[in-house]
């Protein structure tokens, strides 16, 4: 059965929270503000906090930042997510992945369905590894922000929870070579 093993320590995760938005101000972001409070109640440090135009280059370069920071583990992004013309908060993430994690997407949107229904498939909510960094992206709506930290990030970023989690393969994400192919 799944969840927390408190003979573990807590292992607090630093966390960068970036909202993509042409409109949003730090102000009147609450996407952003839902996160940052939840990540803070878990007992994780908010490392960064920023709101980028929806620019393609713009969030790369964030991103990149980011990832290139030792005091950043985490980047979960809200807002982009959709399939207007403007939202390309997902082939940002592409651009600086270098893995995939579609059971992130998968889940939330399985999650999602059972909120909102069909309205999920517009979601196209990802995550990805670059650079040893976990990168999530979700959908600018609080209550989306709230349904994928409460049901999945809150969990996977807990070092305690198990039967797994991110935390625990964090000193693993940059392995390289045959041990690393072979899985060892």
């Given at each position: 059965?799944?969840?927390?093993?408190?003979?573990?320590?807590?292992?607090?995760?630093?966390?960068?929270?970036?909202?993509?938005?042409?409109?949003?101000?730090?102000?009147?972001?609450r996407s952003g503000?839902?996160?940052?409070?939840?990540?803070?109640?878990?007992?994780?440090?908010?490392?960064?906090?920023?709101?980028?135009?929806?620019?393609?280059?713009?969030?790369?370069?964030?991103?990149?930042?980011?990832?290139?920071?030792?005091?950043?583990?985490?980047?979960?992004?809200?807002?982009?997510?959709?399939?207007?013309?403007?939202?390309?908060?997902?082939?940002?993430?592409?651009?600086?992945?270098?893995?995939?994690?579609?059971?992130?997407?998968?889940?939330?949107?399985?999650?999602?369905?059972?909120?909102?229904?069909t309205s999920t498939?517009?979601?196209?909510?990802?995550?990805?590894?670059?650079?040893?960094?976990?990168?999530?992206?979700?959908p600018g709506s609080?209550?989306?922000?709230?349904?994928?930290?409460?049901?999945?990030?809150?969990?996977?970023?807990?070092?305690?929870?198990?039967?797994?989690?991110?935390?625990?393969?964090?000193?693993?994400?940059?392995?390289?070579?045959?041990?690393?192919?072979?899985?060892?």
């Amino acid at each position: 059965m799944p969840g927390i093993d408190d003979s573990k320590p807590f292992l607090a995760v630093r966390i960068a929270v970036l909202t993509i938005s042409d409109s949003r101000s730090l102000d009147d972001d609450r996407s952003g503000a839902v996160l940052v409070e939840r990540v803070e109640a878990a007992g994780h440090e908010v490392a960064d906090r920023r709101i980028v135009t929806d620019d393609v280059a713009s969030i790369v370069q964030t991103l990149r930042t980011w990832i290139g920071d030792d005091g950043v583990d985490v980047v979960i992004a809200t807002g982009g997510t959709g399939v207007t013309g403007r939202d390309v908060t997902p082939e940002a993430l592409d651009e600086v992945c270098d893995k995939a994690i579609p059971g992130f997407g998968e889940l939330f949107r399985w999650l999602s369905f059972r909120k909102i229904g069909t309205s999920t498939i517009q979601s196209r909510a990802t995550a990805g590894v670059a650079g040893g960094t976990y990168l999530f992206a979700l959908p600018g709506s609080p209550g989306a922000c709230r349904d994928a930290w409460d049901d999945i990030l809150v969990h996977q970023l807990d070092y305690r929870f198990g039967p797994c989690n991110f935390v625990e393969l964090m000193p693993r994400l940059l392995e390289t070579g045959r041990a690393a192919a072979r899985g060892s």
